[in-house]
């Protein structure tokens, strides 16, 4: 099985589904733009930012604690999926992993408290598991992956039941979601006149190139994706507002800096 399977399903299961503000694109994809200024930054001025220093316990929920080592398994999948242990990774995307880390796992704990009463059953857990088993290729594959990313059998099995009782949750809160034809041709409309104005990509390569525009598919060929995209788009915003409401309400410290531009996560 390739390492790369393993560190992504790993990540998002430990994600469970906490999306925060900053979730158009998965956590490790923000975080890995963000990383490049900071290492930008960092060789400019020939400097290396300092490491921050990780309490056992990183905050609490409402009188639960969030131990460092929780926060470690969810830093160390953050950087698998890009193929990066934690001992190569510099400071500044190490540091930032610990902050955007911590807001996830705070999420992922606000959410179970909430969702105690949505606990799956035996038929969607092994439902679940059958559906992890297609995607390694095998029991073998995933027993390999599960002990390749550092995690018991039980381990694995309390991921998965918390992210079926958290998306039970999410979705009993916020029911289907509907995207019409209208929204959907508005969308295409809106994107198709920003592409039309946008500079080509083959200017100054040559005349055939010069004064070429981008173009979209016609409407009716993406009608069916765009309606999904934008569901999608949909849902998440709706978990980000449950979630907000779940964390106005609830008692959270923080033991460490999780950084300003996360605060409203």
């Not at 995690?151 to 998965?160: G, I, R």
């Amino acid at each position: 099985m390739k390492r790369r399977w393993t560190a992504i399903l790993f990540a998002s299961l430990l994600a469970l589904g906490a999306c925060s503000n900053d979730s158009s694109n998965d956590e490790g994809s923000a975080d890995a733009d963000g990383t490049q200024n900071e290492e930008q930054t960092s060789e400019d001025s020939g400097e290396q930012a300092a490491l921050m220093e990780i309490p056992d316990v990183v905050a609490t929920v409402n009188g639960t604690d969030i131990e460092k080592a929780e926060l470690d398994k969810q830093v160390e999948a953050a950087l698998g999926q890009y193929g990066q242990k934690v001992e190569d990774a510099p400071n500044e995307q190490l540091n930032q992993l610990y902050q955007t880390g911590t807001i996830t796992l705070i999420n992922k704990e606000v959410l179970l408290q909430a969702s105690k009463d949505f606990a799956p059953t035996q038929e969607e857990i092994d439902t679940e598991r059958a559906a992890q088993v297609e995607q390694a290729g095998g029991e073998e594959e995933l027993t390999k992956g599960i002990e390749q990313a550092g995690f018991s059998e039980e381990e694995f099995q309390t991921l998965l039941q918390d992210n079926i009782q958290i998306r039970n949750y999410l979705d009993h809160q916020i029911g289907e979601v509907n995207v019409t034809e209208e929204e959907a041709k508005a969308f295409y409309d809106e994107n198709k006149q920003a592409l039309s104005n946008a500079p080509t990509e083959g200017e100054g390569e040559g005349a055939e190139a010069e004064g070429q525009s981008q173009q979209m598919p016609p409407y009716e060929d993406v009608k069916e994706a765009l309606i999904q995209q934008l569901k999608l788009q949909k849902t998440t915003e709706e978990r980000q507002k449950v979630i907000a409401d779940l964390k106005e309400k609830a008692e959270i410290e923080k033991f460490i800096d999780t950084g300003a531009q996360n605060e409203n996560a």
